[in-house]
């Protein structure tokens, strides 16, 4: 069953060079991920009650361009299981048009909290999570190799405000982390094409983020990223991102971010 949702960009989800920040997306899908798991009854809320939480394991962008201020944009998503541990959930950007602007994908896993791992779906949700799954579900993930000496780094302290329900780090912010590294000459005159992440583990309140980044190729442009912790050297995430020169006047998401 697809559920969707029609909004607005708000100024406040565009960057420098208007338009729309990755950042922004990521929790426009998020927040539909959860309104939706909300109306069937499957939302953080209902999960934390006994005693689980849904983990997002990672996450994937196409873009066909960013969106500007103002733009009036329709969210639709749809969610499946996968071995019984993963659920995966896909969402459509489309403009006005019914022109898709960014299709994303998405893994998510229910935790316990007490253990800290992972249960199977079967186990930990109610009938209405198999009446409502998809039959109609592509999916490309690839695999994100870890980097080796990084070109530059960025260091971030975590926040009360970067916190979720969870109390762990709004997923948003390791791709705004993540993109902070790169140099600031290819986030002012190029757009990004592909954006991926892999979580492996949570940053908490008051940790030290390390964000590095290594570019990989030119052809297209491609970084990888690792977020680590600056103390326990824990990597929490791995992201991929690709960027197309010259895209700025289409997708300018300067430090898009």
Known sequence: MEYCLVFKVGHSEVAPHGRMRVVSAVNRFQDIAGEHADHLGLGVRDLLRGGHTWVLHRMRMTITRMPGPGENLKIRTWYRPERDLYSLRNFTMEDAQGEGVIFAESSWVVVDLKRG????????????????????????????????DEDGEVRFHVRLHDLDINHHVNNAHYFEWALEA????????????????LFRTPARYGEEIVSQVKKVDNFPVVYLHRLRSGKSKETCALVRTEWAPGRQSRSRAAAGI
């Open 117 to 148: 791992r992972p249960v199977r779906l079967s186990s930990a949700m109610p009938e209405t999570y198999e009446e409502n799954r998809s039959k109609h579900f592509p999916t490309g993930f690839r695999e994100i190799p870890e980097m080796g």
């Open 182 to 197: 790169i140099p600031i000459e290819v986030l002012g005159s190029s757009g990004p094409v592909e954006v991926e992440a």
